[in-house]
Every structure is written in C-alpha cells, then in structure tokens.
C-alpha cells in the first residue's frame, strides 16, 4: 500500500501525527517533573528550572529540524519513524531522572546536579516535541499550514490535559503514563513511517510490546533509586504528587513529591505542634486541625476529650494509605466517631465554619508553593477568624530554631507574623524546633503555671510536653530573643494575591542544595522590588524594542512576546483560582485543557482570516494589540473574581480561554508576516524561548514578589511593545 493516496491523506495524517506528539508532550512533562521533583524533596524551584529547560530545548529542537528537512516526501517519512519510537525514548527520558536520586534517604542531590541530570533526561522528549512539529511543517511544504499544525497540537495537549487529571493520574505510575504517551504517538505513526503500512504497524506493535516489557522494571529501578537501601512498601501517583510509604523497623515514613509528610513514630513533634495550642483554651470542644494530623496530630488532640475534631488533608490519596500502614492508634484515631477527615480545601471548609472552633491549629512543613501559602496568607487567617467561636483561637505550627533562625527562615517567620497581626488584635509566640505563634481577639492567658494546671486536670501524662517543658518554652525572654532577631528581616505580609511567603520557603530549601545560590537569592528577595523590578523591566523592554522594529526580527518580537504573556498569564489566572477556590484539581486540569484549546482556536482562526485575498499590513500589530488586551483584561478579570467569589469559577474560566486564544493567534500571524523560508520552525523556538523565561522568572520571582496583578500588567505591557514595534 502506498505511504498516502492524496494529498489530502497527508495533510490528514501529519495533522493528527502533530496532535498526538502534543498530547504525549504533555503527559511526559508531567511525569517528568514530578519524577525530578521527588529527586528534590519537593523542592518547587525545580519546577521553574525543568519547565524553562522543557521549552528551551523544545525551541531547538524544532529550530534545528526546520533547518535540516527540506523534501516533504522525506520529511513525512522521517516524522512517522521518530512517532515510531516515541515508546522508548520516553521512557527511556523516565529512566534517567533516576541518576537524581539521593545517595543515601534524606539526602538532596545539589542544584547543579540536578540540572545536569534535567537536561539529559529531557533530551529524547523534548526533541522528540520539538522535530515532530518542525517536520510536520516540512512535509506539508510551506508555513501555510502552521496555524493549522499549531492548533492541532495545542488541542491535543488539551486533550492530554484532561485525559491526565481526570482519569490517569491516581491510577497510573510514571512509568504507565510515559508508555501510554508513546503508544498514542506510536499509533498515529501508522500512515506515516513506510510505504507499506502492514510494515509500519508490525514496527509499531514492537515498540509498544517491548516497552510495555520494560515499564515494570523502570518503576522499580525508579523507586530503587529514589529510596536507596529501603523496603518501599507503596509508590502511589495521586492528582497531587508522588505519595510513597517506606519502612523502617517498625516505624512507617510517608513521603509526597520526595519530601517527608509524617512518620508514624513521632510522638515528640506531634506533642509539640498540638499540646500547647490546646492548653491555651479553657475548653477545646470543637477542634480543627489543618495537616499534621496523621503523623499523631489526631491521637493526641483526641487526649483533650473534645466533642467534635475535624481533620483536613489536601490529598485524598493519603488517607487510604494512612488506614494501611499508619500505627494502630492513628488507624484507631481516623475510626473514632468524634473524628471527621476530610479530603478537601481548609480555606473553604473555613469559610463554612463561622464561629464554629475554639482551636484552629494549622500545622505545615515550610511552604515551597503557593497552595501551602494560601493557607498561611492574611485572607486565610481572616476566614479562620470567622471561623472561630467567641474567645477562639487559631495557632500556626511552623518549623524554626531551638537556637538560630538563618535569614531565610526569619523572613519567613516575619511575613506570618506580619499577616497574623494584620488580622487578629492579640499574637504570641512560643520559639523553638517547632515554633508555636497563636492569635486571639484578646490576650491569652499563657501563663505556665496555668498551663501546667490544665494538664492535671485533663489528667495529660506526656512525653514531651510537661510543666518542665511548658515553664521553658514559655519564658519570656525566649519570645524577646525571637522577636529581635526578626528585626532585621522585612515584615512583608503574605497574600493570596501576593504569595511572598513561599519564596522565603524555597529559599530555605535552596541553602541545603547550594548556599550561595541561596544568599544571592535571598539578597534579590529583600530587594526594595517595586521600582527595580519596572526599571529593569521598561529596560529590558526598550532593547527587545529596539531589536524588533528591525524588519526581520519584528515577528520574533512579537511571539517572544505572546509566549512570554501567555505563560505569565496562565500562571495568574490558575493561581487566582486555586487562591479564591482551592487546590481542586480536576479544575485545574480543566482550566489547563481550556487554556491550551483557546490557544488551538486562536492559531485557527487567525489561519482562517490569513486565508483570505486581502490582510492588512499591520494584521501583526494588532494581534499583539489583541493579546495585550488580553492581559488587561485578566487583570480586570482576578480583581473582579475576588469581589463576587460565588461567580469567580465562571469568570476565570472564562477569561482563560480567552487569554490563550489571544495570545495563540499571534504565532500564525508572525509566520504569515516573516514570509521567509523555516519562519514557522524558527519563530515556533522563539515563542517557546518566550514562554521558558517568563515560566521561571514569574512563577520563582515576579509572582511571589509583586503580586498577580502587577504581573499581568507587566505581560500587557510587554505585548503591547511588541504591537508598537510592528507598526509599518
């Protein structure tokens, strides 16, 4: 049978061979992060540094291949053998992020290693990505077609989008998703790979079977490695992360995204984080604990006797694993009719509490992201005011210093003071190891003596938490130690909108995996940002300015542009979502898959209006002009979300789709204008080279520094000299 019967055949089978290469992109750049994420120990700066390293080497990859693909015979050739053995080289990319695993557990490989290992094993996918959209134009002959090959692969990843959050992501490994990504390209090799087709599926078949083979043993290798010298009893994929539960002796380690959740034998820190919050009201009948609970948070608030105890987790997938391998008096604690577990968000179970707690206790591990700091943020705290009864108090369990906070830390702690005092009349605080600040509309009595009385009468025997323990961590000049020390740092509150808190977090991190990153990081954060970040950016602006209103480098202006605001602006509007309506993610996958079909619509129909006899000169400008509004309009778009929060879901979901569509139709519109031989390839890599600096710098930096609006104000901007440049 002949490789195509019509012209027809072809345009057909390269359009559905680049939607499937966009689907397996996406499905391999989730495991792929995630994977490099639990090498780090859920160390979210990682997921800037592979997200920018995925899109530059994608940009090359495409840019190299529109230079070596001339002959749309050989190029359609080429495109269906490189789909052919899309199965190995994906997993073969999976495989090698397992040389980022630790050389002992609870060791954190170094930056530069990690991203060593990220360049390599992104490699295969990442060419894979970029040469099949680059050969897929080569064998349609002509930049024609690049709105329509550019559509269909932002509309398979949307599909992938979907497909993956909604039915892939709790049931399959890494390694299963990789494979499933390479069977989609594998099969949509078929009409493409050779002449005769019943030689093409016979090749494909055997890439598929021999993969499936080896899935097994890549996720053993994978979980071998990333626990080196442990019995791992679970890996579990969730819609969260990575959940793994690891054994040792007796006691039971869980672990999300590589980083430590609980132990099932820490009696000490449970004590700690719990006791004190508790000994601080007269009467705790109703409690709610957010996190901690598993790791004895629950066995031991379960010791004041309360009516009713709510537990919330993030992640469903915890839960199950809890009432598997957790000790027998947490299983016992989770089956106990006073207690309440709840997989759900703690911000809107807050705003469905009013006046319901005497004693809210938020316990979390140092916030390396922003849903970890929306629930250390004023607006959070506000919403747990509400939530209290009359004479109610919220504690705040985060990790210090029995001795020294280094200045990551104390910028961290001085943010979450800065909040709490925003919103509640009365804050102290108890320093140590695991630091105790609580929050009232008036003083609390804290007193040991008091304390210490309460423990007899709740008949509390501890092992930690004593009157010996209670008179020294309560003694004042601990707290006057505390609180000068946080004298240097900068008292910025953290917000929703804001998110500053999680990039002191990631800085915390960053000292462990190399400290003078860290000190010039930290350096930048406490930097006076409003007038250097404008300056810096109106500078950059001006020289990509100056570059673009020459001729042939206008178009790439413009895309750099587009790119750069199409990721910052989807980075806004999914976290102004998560900020007003939680981590949930199926709603996160779907606004994902509606943003990436708004930019499919928008390559298509700004193709269609190319189509036409006559365009205007200045179509480039005002698709620029087109995707600054955008921006504008997402701006508006949060700002009004925040006010009516009952009609927020609907308004961002909307203006997502918007702002990919938007900021998608620019690319058609700049290869139409360049009209030069490889344009589309080549302006494909600089809309990518766009989208890879503003995924680190806005999600790492502006974001958590400025603020959501400011950065979308920021994109609008950008764009709009992109539109100014191409007026000619």
Known sequence: MELVTSSRAVRRAVTVAVSAAGAASLLAQVVLLREILASSQGNELVLGMVLALWLLLTGLASAAGGRGMRRSEQAACFLGRLLMAAPPLLLGSLWMTRWAGPTALGQTPTIFVLIAVSVVALLPACFLSGLCFAWALAALSGQGRAAILYGAETLGSAAAGLLFHFLLADRLSSAWTAFVAGAICAGASLPLAFRRQWVGAIASLTMIVLSAIACPSISSSLASARFPGEQVLSLQPSRYGLLAVVARGPQRVFFHDGALLFTSEDEIAAEESVHLPLLLHANPRRILLVGGGLGGGLVQALKHKP????????????????????????????????????????????????????????????????????????????????????????????????????????????????????????????????????????EVDSRPGVLAARLDQRGLHLAQVGKTWLFDRLLPFHAADYRRSLATALPIENRDFRPVVYLFGLIENLQRLSPPVARAALVLARSPWTPWSLAAFVLGTAALFVLGRRGRLSPAFAVVAAGAAGMALQLVVLLAFQALRGHLYHAMGGLIAGFMAGMGAGALAAGRFLDRPRVRPRVLARACAGAAGAGLLALFAIELARAVPDWSAVIIVAVTVVVGASTGAVYPVAVHVAALPNAAARLYAWDLAGAAGAAALAALVAIPLLGLAPVALLSAALCAAAAVANLK
């Not at 009432?323 to 807050?350: C, I, M, N, Y």
């Open 307 to 442: 009516e009713h105890l709510d537990y919330v987790e993030m992640d469903p997938g915890v839960f199950p694993l809890a009432r598997k391998f957790a000790d027998e008096e947490t299983r016992a604690a989770l089956a106990d009719p006073r207690v309440h577990a709840v997989a759900s968000d703690g911000r809107q179970l807050l705003r469905e509490s009013v006046g319901r707690y005497d004693v809210i206790v938020i316990d979390l591990p140092i916030p390396q992201n922003a849903l970890l700091a929306r629930l250390l943020s004023r607006e959070c705290f506000a919403d747990a005011r509400r939530a209290l009864a009359p004479g109610g108090i919220l504690a705040l369990a985060t990790p210090g210093s029995d001795a020294y906070l280094d200045a990551g830390a104390r910028q961290r702690h001085a943010s979450l003071l800065a909040a709490l005092g925003a919103v509640f009349p009365a804050v102290a605080v108890a320093p140590g190891g695991q630091t105790i600040l609580w929050a009232a509309e008036k």
